[in-house]
């Protein structure tokens, strides 16, 4: 049946910030989603928090809101829309993640939808509940003949007890309504339970949890299906997860399609699933059902379903081409599944089941390192922060080509350290999940266990282990041939081994560039492969490859030749991570479409398929491959030769995909490709604090002292000469890895003892760190003539809070015409310094009337998309063009950029933009179960960011904080205890707090220097001193705990090393989910928000409006 024409205007929501269990599958699945809707006619308005979006892009909807998701700041969009004659028709919820989900259910149950008439289309209410309500949707499992785990839904902890003793323990609990298994976990003890359930009853915005018998160590399984109006059902994918049930299928290895099921299981999960999908009534869209499997007996039972598209349906669709999200918002608005046209063959119709003729692996990346005492144990709450897949052939070559995927320094088994320990040591420690089982699998079996052992130990399937257990076998034929001849290293490759494996059992071959020069010798290449859905019966349209070493040495190839345009290759940034997440993608995405447009050939490479870049449309022809010396080198062979007779490949762009491309940059020009923008030798002077500060010094510009230490003692005499506090990190760092700020000798030591291997090939830096300086970001444009300022952004928090992590406004609040004309001078001289072509970032300290330069990175920073978003100058796009030749004067006149000035001198009326961080410390634990501390410093946390705009700092910051953590409290009682240097700073605005009418709770010294300034406040003691007859009875812990502070005011006491006090106060109003506010600027941040917020005149406003004001 044809689009319904009862639909006009129709409202997504996004999912907001990156979030551990909710990350850029939703920008992929959003992007598509709008792209659909307006191609049919429809107008589009767009509410999502996150500028590092390309949904949040202008051009994806005609009315972009960058604002918080929540039911109150939705509904002001609906009612702004409809107040200028514009009325919204439907909402679609289905495609934003857990977020826009809640959010729906929330309009619709304060009535929202139904005053302004607005239909929720893609999954209605009660579907919405059926799938998302624990019980109800265990009473439909029972209906259609399935089996559920023994559970009950408990809405209080003495149900929880009671449930408790009736299933005995372990037991899971899980509540409703929440993402990547937040709030959920195992239980072994009692008080396992009253914390779990405690938290998951908070963590639920039902406030209910399921409390369910465990199923610890089954097989884990997830079918991906879509439904239409007309009842037409497809299967588009079975995934299987390595990591048996107990671990979150987000923190899982999992395979397309499933390996170990048999027939008659897999048909019966079929069956089951088409019949709940029908039950629950998920009638125009798709979803996500994942089952259980004891190995034991073969009994199988239903787990959960997400009636919307999820991370695993991101996953579905890279893996088979199959693009979920698009065909979901297609049913949504009246299409039915045989209307809709495969876009890879052009012929099939999407009633056709994907077939594979390959096999799919995803791996999860894990960010550990990032939380010092953080349990790495994996449970049912995710911890992963990205995640990357592979496509190979065979399980065993897609697996090898993931792990060196995931860039953890290593290219797969053997390129590091072995485990540590016995055989017995191993196996014991198989029986805990953690990030580096497979490392202990392979070591076990190579130890001389049995796949019976490994299997029985770790609960993977014997299949798997046995598959590794190949592996095993081969590095030992590896290491005994005396020569490594023809057919055993194809076998290898063939068994997805890289060459810097090989080059680790064969030293003789001098390393990963010998075995290299004996593949070009033997004829040993990759084929690269074409995913088209349908495993080759249909030709494909789409060029969209992967690669695969077959032991036919007359495999070909199926990149079809191209030689009408050149060809640019751009290296994208790999799996998300702490300090490298999508902010780096959106800038690969513009390059692609702009030098698309342009008339080049666009050729991305990544391998992250939560991404926007790697949807097969995105450029004009897409590799899901390991971002790797010696994959993208094959990959520019290949490119080479598709492209013989015309230009080739003419570039390959490294400068927009953060640190990973950057990585691979000098060794890419010196096989002979050519990279264009800011040459490699550029990147690494700016690297070397010797060249840079020789830049800096002829130009003028002053930095803090510095030294390089290779010893302890070097260390101490470089620190002792320049002044502490001093900042201390390892050189060549992205996201602020292994920094700290140090105040005295011994912490010096702690650090060095602690955090190094200090070596004259791995030095530690020791800079003077500039206390009470206000950190200054830009981003700037450079064609080697001409620097463009694309925005000056003042940052919130002091210097020494990592730039990823602080609070930051554009256009500076506080900063002077004279300020900003001094940052423009210092980043022209910068920029022609180091010899930028392309994009600059640089980060200033201004101290005293000094501006300092802390760094230059000569690429395209996290803040871009921000700065894009936030002046309408898509800065990317113009980076692009200016590295393949275009000036700033051309793009300019093509309006590109301002046709005069630019971001350094923004108008005295335009809105203020605030971009915030947004951390993951709820997500981990210690072992014994205490939250991590939540202190703020110059090592990133921050997984994601929101973006706030308002006519005035106060309401921009507001909406930042709603959108990143939710509402500022607009009354209530504030918590204060702060280091002796920041109590005279903290007075004004905690004086202005009470003002507005808080209770004031302080400990003792802060009590008493508030009570001198006039401040009333009541006294609590501290968390480590007992209670006597002189001493309040409450300490600060119990009266957070308690529920009776609404917001923390607690900066860190002069070392790296917070006193206990602190920690247990920051992690106790983490546990309650308030504001907790660690630096001084902060807390004037937030008093200026709540302001905001008691005044009530918060509005909303969409980009296009903010772009009109702008003059673009």
């Known amino acids: 049946m044809p689009r319904r024409s009862d639909l006009n205007h129709v409202l997504v929501i996004g999912s907001g910030p990156i979030l551990i269990g909710q990350a850029a599958e939703f920008d992929y699945s959003g992007t598509q989603a709008c792209r659909v809707l307006r191609a049919e006619g429809l107008q589009v308005t767009l509410i999502n928090s996150n500028p590092a979006t390309i949904m949040t892009d202008p051009e994806y909807a005609d009315h972009t809101y960058v604002e918080p998701i929540t039911a109150d700041f939705v509904e002001k969009v609906i009612a702004q829309q409809a107040e200028r004659g514009n009325k919204i028709d439907a909402l679609l919820p289905t495609l934003g993640g857990q977020t826009a989900l809640n959010t729906a259910v929330k309009l619709y149950e304060n009535g929202a939808l139904e005053r302004y008439d607005v239909e929720l289309i ?43 003793a009736e299933l005995g323990l372990p037991v899971v609990v899980r509540p409703s309504f929440t993402m990547g298994g937040l709030g959920s976990g195992m239980a072994y003890s009692a008080d396992d339970v009253e914390r779990m359930a405690g938290e998951g009853l908070a963590a639920s915005p039902s406030a209910n949890v399921l409390i369910e018998e465990s199923i610890y160590g089954w097989k884990e399984y997830e079918l991906e299906l879509m439904r239409d109006g007309r009842d037409n059902v497809v299967v588009v994918c079975s995934i299987e997860n390595f990591d048996p049930m107990g671990v979150h299928t ?29 039950e629950v009534g998920v009638d125009t869209g798709g979803c996500n059902i994942q089952f259980a499997v004891n190995p034991k007996d073969g009994r199988l039972i239903v787990i959960e379903m997400n009636p919307r598209v999820s991370r695993s349906s991101a996953l579905a669709s890279k893996a088979t081409g199959f693009p979920i999200a698009k065909i979901a918002a297609k049913l949504a608005i009246g299409y039915t599944l045989d209307e809709i046209v495969n876009d890879i063959t052009k012929e099939t119709p999407a009633c056709f089941e994907p077939t594979l003729d390959y096999v799919v692996v995803k791996a999860p990346r894990f960010a550990f390192e990032k939380f010092p005492g953080a349990d790495a144990t994996l449970t049912t709450t995710m911890k992963s922060v990205g995640e990357a897949m592979s496509l190979g052939r065979n399980f065993i070559e897609a697996l090898g080509k993931v792990m060196r995927s995931l860039e953890t320094g290593r290219a797969g088994f053997w390129t590091g350290e072995d485990p540590v320990g016995e055989l017995s040591e191993v196996l014991a420690r198989l029986r805990t999940p953690t990030d580096g089982r497979l490392y202990d699998i392979e070591y076990a079996l190579r130890l001389g266990a049995t796949v019976e052992e490994v299997a029985e130990a770790s609960g993977v399937d014997p299949w798997f282990v046995d598959q590794i257990g190949g592996l095993v076998e081969l590095r030992a034929e590896l290491t005994d041939a005396p020569v490594l001849g023809e057919e055993l290293l194809r076998r290898s490759k063939h068994h997805g081994l890289s060459d810097r494996q090989i080059a680790a059992l064969r030293p003789e071959l001098a390393g990963e560039m010998g075995v290299r020069a004996l593949r070009q010798r033997l004829g040993i290449h990759p084929v690269f492969k074409t995913v088209d859905t349908c495993a080759a019966e249909f030709e494909a349209k789409t060029p969209y490859h992967y690669s695969s070493y077959e032991m036919d040495p007359a495999a070909e190839t199926e990149v079809a030749p191209q030689t009408e345009r050149g060809k640019v290759l751009i290296l994208g940034s790999g799996p998300n991570r702490i300090g490298q997440g999508i902010e780096f993608d959106y800038s690969c995405v513009h390059a692609a479409t702009t030098l698309s447009e342009a ?35 094959e990959i520019y062979y290949a490119e080479q030769r598709s492209g013989e007779g015309g230009p080739g490949v003419i570039g390959v762009i490294v400068q927009l995909g953060g640190q990973t491309p950057l990585g691979l940059a000098e060794r890419l020009e010196k096989a002979g490709v050519p990279i264009v923008g800011t040459k490699p030798e550029a990147i690494d002077l700016a690297e070397d604090r010797g060249e840079f500060g020789e830049v800096l010094r002829r130009a003028g510009l002053p930095a803090p002292r510095f030294g390089m230490a290779t010893s302890f003692d070097q260390a101490r005499r470089i620190a002792a000469e320049i002044g502490y506090p001093v900042l201390v990190r390892p050189s060549y760092v992205l996201g602020g890895r292994g920094m700290e700020i140090v105040y005295d000798e011994d912490t010096l030591e702690g650090y060095i003892t602690r955090a190094t291997q200090l070596s004259p090939e791995h030095p530690v830096l020791v800079d003077r760190f500039l206390e009470d300086a206000i950190e200054i970001d830009v981003d700037a444009l450079c064609d080697g003539t001409e620097v463009y300022i694309g925005g000056v952004m003042e940052h919130i928090e002091e210097a020494g809070i990592h730039s990823g ?56 920073s996290r803040t871009v998309p921000f700065v894009s978003k936030a002046t ?33 001198a923004t108008a005295r009326n335009a809105p203020v933009a605030v971009k915030e961080a947004v951390l993951p410390f709820h997500r981990f634990r210690k072992a014994d179960g205490a939250q991590i501390d939540s202190l703020l410093g110059p090592e990133m946390k921050s997984t994601g960011e929101v973006m706030g705009i308002a006519h005035d700092f106060g309401s921009a910051f507001a909406k930042s904080q709603t959108a990143a953590y939710g509402s500022l409290p607009a009354s209530g009682t504030v918590f204060v205890s702060v280091a002796n240097r920041d109590k005279r700073s903290l007075v004004f605005p905690v004086k202005r707090l009470a003002d507005l009418g808080f209770k004031i709770l302080a400990t003792e010294g802060t009590a008493e220097m508030l009570r001198r300034n006039g401040i009333p406040c009541e006294e609590v003691r501290k968390h480590f001193e007992e209670p006597s007859a002189d001493r309040p009875l409450r300490s600060a812990v119990e009266a957070i705990k308690a529920g009776d502070v609404d917001m923390v005011l607690n900066t860190p006491y002069g070392n790296s090393g917070p006193r206990i006090d602190g920690y247990e106060i920051r992690s106790a109003a983490v546990s309650m989910n308030i504001p907790c506010v660690t630096t001084v600027q902060g807390a004037s941040a937030a008093v200026q928000g709540i302001e905001a917020g008691i005044r009530g005149d918060i509005g909303v406003m969409s980009l296009q409006e903010l772009h009109s004001t702008l003059g673009s």
Do not use: H, W
């Not at 506080?814 to 640089?842: C, K, P, Y």
């Not at 300290?845 to 990175?857: F, H, I, M, S």
């Open 599 to 633: 008339g080049f050939e666009t050729v991305m490479i990544n391998c992250n398929p939560e991404t926007v870049s790697t949807d097969y449309d995105t450029a004009d022809r897409l590799y899901f491959e390991p971002l790797t010396f010696e994959d993208v080198l």
């Open 872 to 904: 309408a100058v898509p800065l990317a796009k113009a980076c692009a063009r200016i590295m393949l030749g275009a000036s700033i004067a051309e793009l300019r006149e093509e309006g590109v950029l301002a046709r005069t000035g630019d971001g350094a």
């Open 122 to 164: 893609g999954a209605n209410f009660d579907a919405i509940q059926r799938g998302e309500d624990r019980q109800k949707f265990k009473d439909i499992v029972t209906k259609v003949g399935g089996e559920s785990a023994k559970s009950r839904v408990c809405f209080t902890m003495d149900e929880v007890r009671d449930t408790v």
């Open 805 to 860: 992590d602080s609070a930051c406004a554009l256009p500076p609040v506080t900063l002077g015409r004279s300020d900003i004309e001094a940052v423009r001078r210092a980043t022209e001289a910068i920029a022609f310094g180091v010899g930028v072509v392309g994009l600059l970032n640089v980060q200033y300290a201004l101290k005293d009337d000094v501006l300092y330069v802390l760094e230059a990175n000569p690429r395209a």
């Open 250 to 278: 987000g923190d899982s290895v999992t395979v397309a399609p499933a390996m170990t099921l048999t027939d008659r299981e897999y048909q019966k999960m079929r069956t089951l699933g088409i019949e709940i999908l029908r």
